[in-house]
């Protein structure tokens, strides 16, 4: 159980172009979804936490007009990286977590690359 | 401010060859200690959530101990695949549920 999937798992784009990244909770419902990015040899940086029909908080220094996050539904999260550029490119990761929160289940990850 | 500092930052053992890991935490109390494993160009995996000082949870050759400043990943007779980034992270007793993890440990078990 708790599996945690996103789509695509990587993607290639041009400067200037904007990239959607899914995120699914399979077999539980995600009453939280959150979104991180994690950099080569870096740990985890949180982006923001979603709650299911409410707006998204974001953290400190990460641009809300440029990270646009959408949890329209208890199982689909989505992040669309908008203008992406070459400094966008990382990992990014969402995690899902259910009714009681405590536990968070990470998605495989999606390697963005801006050329 | 929470604040997770894992140690050693890499680790290199031979198989059967049993260590620990360490993740030391000040945080504005402790709702709950996560730790996770993660591969290469993966997401992170969960293994265990500790709660309270005292607390031990086991899982195949890992065994995750908890006190009131620090927590240990202990690896009994590690594997080759065994290896992997071992990520700990930290949920505040008050407020939202957002993880503050460490950087890792990159344990290496060579066969």
């Known amino acids: 159980g708790a599996v945690v999937s996103q789509h695509p798992s990587w993607v290639i784009c041009k400067s200037g172009t904007s990239v959607k990244i899914e995120c699914r909770s399979l077999?539980?419902?995600?009453?939280?979804m959150f979104w991180y990015r994690q950099f080569p040899k870096q740990s985890l940086m949180l982006m923001a936490t979603?709650?299911?029909?409410?707006?998204?908080?974001?953290e400190q220094g990460v641009e809300k007009d440029k990270f646009l996050i959408n949890h329209a539904s208890l199982t689909l999260s989505t992040l669309t990286v908008t203008s992406a550029h070459p400094e966008d490119s990382s990992f990014y990761i969402c995690?899902?977590?259910?009714?009681?929160?405590?536990?968070?289940?990470f998605g495989p990850g999606t390697r963005l690359l801006v050329l | 401010e929470d604040q997770v500092t894992q140690s050693p930052e890499a680790l290199r053992l031979q198989e059967g060859e049993s260590s620990s890991l360490n993740c030391s935490y000040t945080v504005s109390g402790l709702r709950g200690l996560f730790w996770y494993r993660q591969d290469p160009g993966k997401g992170p995996e969960f293994l265990f959530t500790l709660y309270s000082a005292g607390e031990e949870k086991e899982k195949e050759r890992l065994k995750a101990t908890l006190t009131k400043k620090e927590s240990f990943l202990h690896i009994t007779a590690p594997k080759p695949e065994d290896s992997a980034t071992y990520l700990c992270?930290?949920?505040?007793?008050?407020?939202?549920?957002?993880?503050?993890f460490g950087k890792g440990t990159k344990l290496s078990v060579i066969p």
């Open positions: 992270a930290v949920q505040p007793g008050a407020g939202s549920y957002q993880l503050t």
């Open positions: 995690s899902a977590a259910g009714t009681f929160q405590e536990t968070q289940y």
């Open positions: 979603s709650n299911e029909g409410s707006k998204a908080t974001y």
């Open positions: 077999d539980f419902q995600a009453t939280t």
